[in-house]
């Protein structure tokens, strides 16, 4: 899935940071690196960053719009913070929403951030916390299947939210 969101989106992508360590890891420039090879087939960050770039651009969202919904939901989950990697240093230099030397205050590394609603802007509250790095591409060796089958919930939950529609919007407070 990811994998086609990144195949029909590949400008995007791109233009994206993905936060699952792989800067670190796999020395990674962008999001696009995550699809090159077969690094992005079990992570939800690099799934759950293509899907939601390649549904943003669907709906007509423009590429700024999408670097912040992505930094705002997985920004806050980038494992490196403490000794941030070039390749995010020259993200945050180039990107087009928040153009600057560092993260933005709602980016500061937690890991209990709610998921951030890219249509509505509401932060999704009940919504289980996403997977840690630790979980992912940094570390292969999830022990129980099951926790990493859940960890891909967030997502899906989206999926089918996005379905019903933004019920949330009067929520927003952004
Ligand atoms: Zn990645």
């Given at each position: 899935m990811g994998y086609i969101a990144a195949q029909r989106v590949?400008?995007?992508c791109q233009?994206?940071?993905?936060?699952?360590?792989?800067?670190?890891t796999d020395e990674h420039a962008s999001l696009l690196d995550c699809?090159?090879?077969?690094?992005?087939?079990?992570?939800?960050?690099?799934?759950?960053?293509a899907v939601m770039a390649y549904k943003?651009?669907?709906k007509g969202s423009s590429v700024e719009e999408i670097q912040k919904a992505i930094d705002l939901n997985w920004g806050p989950k980038y494992p490196?913070?403490?000794?941030p990697s070039d390749q995010i240093k020259k993200?945050?230099?180039?990107?087009l929403w928040a153009k600057g030397n560092g993260p933005t205050a709602a980016e500061k590394h937690n890991d209990e951030t709610p998921l951030y609603d890219p249509f509505t802007g509401a932060q999704e509250k009940n919504s289980k916390p996403m997977g840690k790095a630790e979980d992912c591409c940094g570390k292969k060796d999830?022990?129980?299947?099951?926790?990493?089958?859940?960890?891909?919930?967030p997502a899906n939950a989206k999926?089918?939210?996005d379905a019903k529609g933004s019920k949330a919007a009067t929520t927003t407070k952004q």
């Open positions: 590949p400008e995007i233009k994206l940071f993905c936060y699952c360590g792989c800067d670190y699809f090159t090879s077969d690094h992005g087939v079990d992570c939800i960050y690099c799934q759950g960053e943003m651009s669907r490196f913070f403490e000794q993200y945050w230099k180039t990107r999830v022990k129980d299947p099951a926790n990493a089958k859940g960890s891909k919930e999926d089918a939210k």
